[in-house]
Every structure is written in C-alpha cells, then in structure tokens.
C-alpha cells in the first residue's frame, strides 16, 4: 500500500506514453534542421499546454530540472538580480516552513551573498498570516529582495493564503516567489489570477516524470540565471531541453488540472475517512496541520491527499519501520539527514515539542489511492502504535535513558518512553 | 526468528546479515549513526561511521532484499562511550570503546528498542562463537573478537547471534566476493572509530584542554621531563615519551603509572611493567559464576596475549593471579577470563601488581 505519493507519484500512462515517442526520436529543440523543428514544436506545444494549465502566458514557462532547481533559480536569481539593481536589497523574507530545496538556498545566500534573511512564522495550522508579512516588510521595505511563501505545504498539507500574501509584497513593489509544487494538479493555480511573479512546479508529483520542472516566471521579473550556458531558456537557463521529459510534463499537467476537482474531492473522502479511521483506533492520535474544511481561493484549505498524525508516546522511525513490514509505505515527512530523520522544522515551527515532532508521520494519497489501501492501514494501525509505543524512545536518546545494568527480558520491555 | 541485523558498511556484519537471511530468518537491517555529523567519505580505514559507510551498508542490505533503515543512536553513544572514553583517560585509566559500545550500545540500547520493536535477537558480525548461551573464541584466533564482547551478561547473549564465529575472515571475504557484495575488499576498520584522523591524544587535549606535568623516573625519582597532559599516555607506551636524556642505566624507560591528579607520569625500565596480579571491579560472568576459585587464562587486552591465571574473589571484586608476567596491563582495561576456548567472564581492571 503505498501512501507516499506527496514524494513522487505514478505516472500518468498517457505522460509513459507521450514520452516514449519521444525517446524513439532524435532532434535537439535548438537545432535548425527538420529533427530539430520537430522536437521544438513538441517543446513549444508543452510549453503551451502546460501554460494554459496554469494560467500563464507560454513565455512565462522556464523548463528547468525539476522542484529543486526551480526553486534555486527563483530564490537565487530573483535576488541576485534585485541586490544587483538596488545594493540595499539583500533582505529576503520566507516561511518558516519552507520546502529545503528553498530554505538551503536562504541559508547559501546567507553565508556566500551576504543575504539577510527573515522568517515568517506560521500558526499553529502552519499558517503564515498577511499581517506578519507586512509587519516584516514594513521593518525596512526599501531593503527587500523578495518574498518567497510555499503554496501549500508538503509535510502538514496546510495552504497558504498566497493572492492575499503577493498582494501586500506587491504593494511594496517587491516580487514573490511561491513553490507550489504539492499545489499544482491538487488545488487551483493560477499564474497569473494569483498574482504571484514566479512559481515552482515539478513533474513527479502529479503524474510526470522525475527530473523535469517548471518556473513559471513573469516576463518582467529579472533572473539572473543560475546555469549558464546555451541560454535555452529565455537566458535564464541553459541545458539542452529534454523533450521526451517535457512532452511528459505537459501531458501529466495537462492530465492533473484537467481531472482536478473530482480527484481532489475523491482524495479528500478517502483523506477524512482515513483520519477518522486512525483516531477511532488509536484515540490519542492527532491531525497536524489545518483541518481542511474551509476554502482558500477557490480550493480547501489542506491538501486532500494528506493525512499527518502525531502519535504521542511513539517514534516515528519506528511506525515507518513496523508499517513497512506490514506493507504500509509511508514517510515521516521531514528531511532526512544522513538516513537519520530529524525533527520537523515544520512541525517545530508551528510550535510542536520536539517529542511530537519526533513521533509523527505522513499518509500522502495519489490518484492511484483507493478504499482499500485506508482500509488496510487501518488494519494494522493500532497494533503497530501499540508496540511503537511500548518501545517509546527506548535506546536512540538521552532523555530516555533505559540502559538496562543487567536485568532481566521482562525488565527491558517496560524500558524507555512512556509505557502505556 | 525476526532478526535484526547491526550492518556497519563492512563486510563481516554484511556476511552476518546474509546468513542469517539463509538461515531462513526475517532479517531487517540496521545500521547505527553514531556520529553527529558524519564526514561524507572514509578515510582510511578508520571508522564505520562515515555516510559512505552507512551507504555500503544499506547497498549490502538491498544486494541481500532486506529492508533496510538508519537507527540514529548517536547521542547515547556520545554520552556512554565517547564521555565514557574521555573520562577515563582523564582518571588515568586505558578504557576500551568497542568493549563499552558492546556493553551499552549494541548489546544494550541497540537491543532493548530490537525487542521493543518485536524481534527477537540481534545478528552482528562480530568473530565469536555462541551457542546454547557459551560464548567462545572465533576459529580464526587472529580475528577473534571474544574479548570485546566478554562484557555480555548471559541475557544480553540469549538475544545476541554471532554468525561468523566458524569461519576465517578469509572465508568471510570469499563469501562476500561469492554473494556479490561489494564490501568483499573493504579494508578492515580499526583504531577509535569516532577519532577520524588517528590522533587519540590530539582529541583528548581537545576535550580535556592541556594539563602539563612531570615525567619521574621510577628509580631515581627524578624529574626527567615534562608533559602536556597525562592523558596523553597508556601504561607500557614507550615512543613519544621525550624525555631529555637517557637514564642512567642506559635501558629504554616505559610509562608505569599514571596520576591525574598530580599530573605525574611515572616511567621506568620494561621489568618495572611486569604484572603478575590485577584487581578488577566486579566481574561479568557470561555463562553464570564459575566454581571459584577458577583456574584457566587470562586475557588483559584486546589482541593480548594469554596466560595461566587463577582468580577468586574478594568482597566481590575480581583477583587474577597471572602465571606468566604481562607487560603494559592499564587500569581501565578488561581482565577476561576463559576456559580452553570458552569466555567465562571479565572485570575491569581497578589496579595491577
Ligand atoms: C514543496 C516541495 N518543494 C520542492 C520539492 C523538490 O522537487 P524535486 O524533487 O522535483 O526537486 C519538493 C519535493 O520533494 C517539495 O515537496
């Protein structure tokens, strides 16, 4: 049962499809010969097809390698640009729940670009609320190099009110970058309706392939680019353009907005009756993030596909472990560092202790998803927080010090973390 | 059984998890970050704690088709066998971390969130053999780890399954070469694995900050040099020892004893190092108490050699009565205790005579 479709997601059989004519063909989009005409019109058509997914113009759409890069050439060139335009703009304002592939970036720019940056605290939802933004633009707005606010959260699911928050960066004439690489094919995005200046999206999340993405990015935003080379893209990303990967992308697009609402309110069904299903079993079980029952622009206000407990008194490593080998693949959510999970900046920011932090995990449904994969987490849920929690903390770490001088089995099930 | 199998990235414990899996077993594995900020790449062949390391690890386990997860122990391992490491040479003392590291991190947190979790033994590879709960030397005596693992009590060995006690490394590499895993020629570790460059003693003035002191010669009691700090030496260490000029008698001079508190670091001549006695703390007996008082060998370090020995206790600490005298016996170090091949127990050794 696969519940981790928030990582990556199956493609689309139409976006296979699409791709493997391609990969049959030869041409590179750049060239100025029949094989390459042919690959520039699939490129150019996917380029329009994807623009009018999302409501944006085709020359707004910058084919880059996937979620990360986008989100490295939004954060990194838009800043660079501005700083360079203005010296006084080396302040960058972000979530404090920011995807890593932009709050690495914030943290380089720190340390190699002399970028100040200022956090957005969020709610206890995971919110970021409007009033904060402007209270830190209004700390110093000349100094302003952009805003960058994920559309919607890739750990809690919690979306973000991003018209309302480019309104206020837009009042100050500051550009606003949004990652919404969990949002796009799930919520409704629109480019140009949200008035955002760029947006990140990605491939393998909503049916398209790994490595290939997308930065939508206004025709007046500056970007200095952050791979320079043939200048492919607009000159401001350089890399021969995959054309099997982008015919893909364009398909999977196409294909997610196009079926949008009703796999979003099939997913959002089976979402509700799975956390139903978990706290009817394990009652102290609680739902991170915002509920999901009000509307944002048009959309709910959580992801539908995302389901993400706190199960107190466990680890998380240990259900991923124990829900592994019962065929329930799921993710704590946060990063990992060395192959060790560390508490969620997310779940920290929204002021969880780190013991929650720890003890949580993330249910991702995808198109794919069905009644019976909820069903069968069900089945073993409780028994598996049974024994997460009887195990606790044992061992890993020094608040639970169970180390056991020479007593008995029966002594050591009782060690470390709450016993019951 | 659900086995869990601790895979450092090396070959034995990656042969230790493959046989298990032959045996029949459920066998996840498990490797143990133990560092908090691990280097991206080996060096040498120090350490099991690198991402290279753990990558190796989790490439044997996927060669194998076992799952395959990241336990993160490294701030237990900090505080019971790095402090512990750093403390004791600070007291003067030789401490042993792969010995502490079985005692309170494998063979303790490791296993107690094992059985937690609902296996029911740990798989390691380290070279001994267990069976019917005797613990006893690898085939391969130049590989045998028995000494590092004779701080098992009989319960922690009821959960513990060893199985690579019956072959010989080289049949270990062979095996590994045979299966396909690419750790078959991966150097062995050795040293501290938590010291990356080698420099004990340039870690140990980190920790511990430069305690300068006097060298005195044992016989003479003269001042005939100066430390940067007493931490700096084990009992029997001769290189290193700058002393200015030679002794009177012309012999080399070894470290005899150690004093923290004074800062003095006594040395003397090589027959000054002869122990025939130590008196240990209170023994581990892996298999229940022997019929004392207990005649068989003695081991006084990990690679030692072995002597005729006679212990008893007294007020419930071990007494070992060596037959052949052994040289560079530290307080710190474990006095273990066999019969022919077979581990009995082992104590810590408190002082020597
Ligand atoms: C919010 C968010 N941003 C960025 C990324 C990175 O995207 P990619 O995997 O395409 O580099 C992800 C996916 O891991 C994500 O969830």
Redesign the pocket.
Same mark, same amino acid.
């Given at each position: 049962m696969y519940l981790d479709h +928030?990582?990556?997601t199956p493609m689309l059989p139409a976006a296979i499809q699409a791709m493997a004519e391609q990969f049959a063909r030869v041409g590179n989009p750049s060239s100025l010969h029949a094989a390459g005409r042919e690959s520039r019109r699939v490129v150019e058509e996917s380029r329009e097809t994807i623009a009018a997914a999302v409501g944006a113009g085709p020359n707004e759409v910058i084919f880059t390698?996937? $979620? @990360?890069?986008?989100?490295n050439l939004a954060v990194k060139g838009i800043y660079w640009s501005r700083r360079d335009a203005d010296l006084r703009r080396r302040r960058i304002i972000a979530s404090a729940v920011? !995807?890593? +592939?932009?709050l690495d970036c914030l943290e380089w720019l720190g340390k190699h670009e002399d970028a100040d940056v200022t956090c957005l605290p969020v709610d206890a939802l995971g919110r970021i609320h409007p009033a904060e933004l402007r209270a830190a633009i209004e700390e110093a707005p000349e100094d302003v190099a952009l805003v960058s606010v994920?559309w +919607? %959260? %890739?750990e809690v699911g919690t979306v973000q009110p991003i018209r309302e928050l480019a309104a206020v960066a837009h009042e100050y004439d500051i550009p606003f970058h949004t990652?919404a690489?969990?949002a796009v094919g799930v919520l409704p995005v629109d480019f140009t309706a949200s008035g955002v200046d760029a947006l @990140?999206l990605? $491939? !393998?999340?909503l049916g398209g392939p790994?490595?290939a993405?997308v930065l939508l990015l206004g025709r007046d935003v500056a970007c200095t680019p952050v791979l320079h080379g043939g200048g492919q893209e607009r000159d401001v990303r350089s890399g021969t353009l995959d054309t099997p990967a982008i015919a893909g992308l364009a398909v999977a697009v196409a294909g997610a907005v196009g079926d949008r609402s009703a796999r979003s309110a099939r997913l959002a069904g089976l979402r509700d009756g799975l956390v139903r299903g978990v706290v009817q079993r394990v009652p102290d079980a609680v739902l991170n993030g915002d509920p999901g029952d009000q509307y944002l622009d048009g959309g709910p206000t959580r992801l539908p596909g995302n389901a993400h407990l706190s199960f107190p008194g466990c680890e998380g490593d240990a259900l991923l472990m124990l829900l592994d080998a019962r065929g329930v693949e799921c993710s704590t959510g946060s990063a990992c560092s060395a192959g060790v999970s560390q508490p969620s900046h997310v779940l920290l920011a929204m002021g969880a202790s780190v013991d929650r932090a720890r003890g949580s995990l993330r249910f991702a449904l995808g198109h794919p998803s069905t009644d019976a994969d909820v069903a069968h987490l069900l089945d073993v849920i409780a028994p598996v927080v049974d024994r997460a929690r009887r195990a606790g903390m044992a061992g890993t770490r020094r608040e639970s010090v169970s180390v056991r001088e020479h007593t008995t089995g029966a002594d050591r099930s009782e060690a470390g973390g709450p016993a019951r | 059984m659900r086995l869990l199998a601790a895979m450092s990235g090396g070959v034995d414990s990656a042969v230790a998890a493959a046989r298990a899996v032959d045996a029949g077993h459920e066998v996840t594995g498990v490797h143990l970050a133990l560092s908090p900020a691990p280097a991206s790449l080996r060096q040498g062949a120090r350490g099991c704690c690198t991402l290279e390391d753990a990558r190796d690890a989790r490439r044997a386990a996927d060669v194998l088709g076992i799952p395959f997860y990241v336990w993160d122990f490294h701030e237990r391992f900090a505080d019971d066998v790095v402090d512990d490491f750093v403390s004791e040479y600070a007291a003067g003392r030789t401490p042993n971390p792969c010995l502490r590291c079985n005692e309170k991190i494998k063979f303790a947190a490791v296993l107690d969130r094992a059985v937690a979790l609902g296996f029911d033994a740990v798989v390691t590879g380290h070279h001994a053999r267990l069976s019917d709960g005797v613990l006893r030397r690898s085939v391969d005596s130049g590989k045998d780890q028995s000494y590092v693992l004779a701080v098992l009590t009989p319960e922690q060995l009821a959960l513990a399954v060893f199985p690579l006690g019956e072959s010989t490394k080289a049949d270990v590499r062979r095996e590994a070469s045979t299966r396909g895993l690419a750790v078959a020629d991966k150097p062995d570790s050795h040293d501290v694995c938590f010291i990356a460059d080698g420099d004990t003693r340039g870690f140990l003035a980190r920790r511990l900050g430069e305690r300068p002191g006097d060298l005195v010669d044992a016989e003479s009691g003269a001042v005939v040099g100066r430390h940067g700090g007493a931490f700096g030496f084990t009992v029997g260490q001769r290189r290193g020892l700058r002393i200015g000029h030679p002794a009177v008698d012309g012999k080399p001079r070894y470290v005899l004893s150690i004093s923290p508190a004074t800062s003095i670091v006594t040395v003397g001549p090589a027959p000054m190092l002869d122990v025939t006695a130590v008196h240990a703390g209170p023994p581990v007996w892996t298999n229940g108490a022997p019929v004392l008082p207990f005649e068989g060998t003695a081991q006084l370090r990990a690679h030692g050699a072995v002597s005729g020995a006679r212990a008893h206790l007294v007020r419930g600490r071990l007494v070992v009565e060596l037959q052949e005298a052994q040289r560079g016996i530290a307080p710190g170090q474990a006095v273990v205790l066999y019969a022919g091949d077979r581990v009995v127990g082992s104590a810590t050794i408190e002082s020597t005579g």
């Open positions: +928030a990582a990556t390698g996937g $979620g @990360t890069e986008s989100d920011e !995807h890593h +592939a932009v994920m +919607a %959260n %890739n990652d690489v969990q @990140t990605t $491939g !393998h999340k790994v490595g993405g | -």
